[in-house]
């Protein structure tokens, strides 16, 4: 089957790689497409993401004549699929973008797929963040599709995003937490509650090991990783760092991740003074960032919204004690007091306090973090997760 993923590789969705990686050695034979060419050269990129690099089809690097020739062949074998599939990609609609413009590029896109698909003899594909593009595929192209739901943005406008649409089209759609089941039953209706499986990511324990606590830490680091974007809330942590500056902490954070609050983020850091506390990573691969995990004594998240974040499940596993606000899928993976804690959303003076109850209590982050690992190790083993989605591929393709 496809997979078909809006940027492949990606260090913002790594647990994509980590998921066809292990289909694959289930038995499956899954090739990729992605939209997009990988957000980083291959010098930057893990050995596994070089490697997947370059057997991946890139949508957006398709010839101008191959891609011509694509919508050719497919306006001449099958023209009444095709003028559906243009129809009703004309009639995708977002409040921030031009209907007819991005219209057009969805179908240039799936019309590429398809076409791809088909040469391979692919008959079903599955997606993640390209569910537009997949259900035009599947207008067009006799092939069946399955989506894998993230939130929380699919969710914000479920009718602009065409939620209903999708789930209709689909043979079965995936949700990460049950906070995603309750939004598709609820987009959905009744009659399509049968196609929803609930298939939570995870991480390889193995690979994320326990780092070596310090009791005493001076600095105090907290490591804050992400897309820095209006939806992770990031100026309210910056908030809660300079409170604590100002009360005479010795603290230090470090951001991993770039995005378009960069600029912004930085103004405001500058503004308060803390250029000395806060530092701007950038976007690193996995082996940097387990870098930055062992040296981390706390990882904080300030999210207006989330799905169900693997950072949190990367930093748990490594029995790093974690603060995170009660959004949508985070309390699925945080218990509070148990192995982590928990804050209220965009509350940055709650935050700088549970922030400086980890500093204050050592005894409190060695129990939260090995707690937090016997939670992923119970919850969020990546193979375990993983054999669950394998089993829904198997009941639903019937292979």
């Known amino acids: 089957m496809a997979y078909l993923l809006s940027q492949y590789p990606a260090v913002n969705h790594v647990f994509m790689l980590r998921e066809v990686c292990f289909l694959r050695q289930l038995g499956f034979d899954i090739q990729v497409a992605s939209i997009r060419n990988p957000d980083r050269d291959p010098g930057l990129m893990t050995a596994a993401e070089q490697a997947e690099a370059r057997s991946t089809y890139y949508v957006k690097s398709t010839g101008m004549v191959r891609l011509l020739w694509a919508h050719v062949h497919t306006l001449i074998s099958r023209p009444g699929p095709y003028i559906r599939g ?125 780092r070596p606590f310090r009791p005493s830490p001076a600095p105090f680091q907290i490591v804050c990783v992400g897309q820095l974007a209006p939806v992770k809330g990031l100026h309210l942590l910056i908030a809660a760092i300079a409170a604590l500056v100002q009360e005479g902490r010795y603290i230090r954070l470090r951001f991993a991740g770039d995005g378009p609050e960069r600029t912004a983020l930085r103004q405001d850091v500058e503004s308060r003074g803390l250029s000395g506390q806060v530092s701007f990573e950038g976007n690193v691969n996995q082996d940097k960032l387990l870098d930055l995990y062992r040296e981390s004594d706390a990882l904080v998240m300030s999210s207006f919204a989330e799905g169900l974040p693997v950072v949190l499940m990367e930093a748990m596993a490594m029995e790093i004690p974690c603060v995170a606000p009660w959004v949508n899928g985070i309390p699925e993976i945080v218990t509070h007091e148990t192995d982590g804690l928990l804050v209220p959303p965009g509350d940055a003076e709650a935050l700088a306090r549970a922030i400086a109850r980890l500093m204050d209590d050592a005894e409190l982050r060695r129990t939260l973090g090995q707690k937090a690992r016997l939670k992923i190790l119970e919850k969020f083993d990546l193979q375990r997760n993983t054999q669950h989605l394998a089993d829904a591929f198997r009941r639903r393709l019937g292979a």
């Open 86 to 210: 243009l129809a009703g990609a004309l009639r995708t609609s977002s409040e921030r973008r031009p209907q007819t413009l991005y219209g057009l590029f969805y179908f240039t896109e799936a019309v590429a797929v398809g076409y791809w698909m088909e040469r391979r003899g692919l008959t079903h594909v599955h997606t993640h963040y390209a569910s537009t593009v997949g259900l035009v595929v599947a207008r067009i192209f006799p092939v069946t599709l399955s989506v894998t739901f993230h939130g929380s943005a699919e969710f914000v406008n479920p009718a602009g995003f065409q939620l209903a649409e999708k789930i209709h089209s689909s043979l079965f759609c995936c949700a990460i937490s049950q906070y995603g089941v309750s939004q598709l039953m609820f987009a959905c209706g009744y009659p399509e509650w049968p196609k929803l499986e609930l298939t939570a990511l995870g991480v390889d324990p193995d690979r994320f090991q326990p």
